[in-house]
């Protein structure tokens, strides 16, 4: 019998280095990288916030002490989408305004688009009343 049908988890990390041109050192930062990443992943589930599954948790416990909590979920996931976006942009955001000689035409190119964006969709568009 083949050795990759009777252990293909050795077979597996055996052939690594093959592909890898650093031999066994990048084969040991590779699966670090994806030991990493599965943990910031899990952690990152766990926020608070409605579409995750800590905010479900959260939901249920904040369910028992206000039942009518379900009847305001739709405002709860639009706030929580809002707070994910900023957890996403504010970061990128800072790197881009720190470095701005080299970021100044990524910046200009996005504000464009974000602006065309909220102009074309119709119910994004902010109207002014008269």
Known sequence: MTPWLTHPLDFLFD??????????????????????????????????????????????????????????ER??????????????????LTVFVQHLETTYPILLVGAFVLYRVVKLIPGLAFKIKK
């Open 75 to 92: 405002k709860l996931l639009k706030i929580s989408y809002v707070l994910l976006s900023l957890l996403i942009a504010v970061p990128i």
């Open 15 to 72: 052939s690594l280095p093959l592909l890898l041109p650093d031999g066994p050192y990048t084969v040991t930062v590779l699966l670090q990288l994806l030991a990493a990443t599965s943990l910031f992943l899990g952690l990152t589930n766990c926020l608070p916030l409605i579409m995750l599954d800590g905010g479900q948790l959260l939901l249920l416990l904040l369910e028992g002490l206000f039942p009518a909590i379900r009847q305001h």
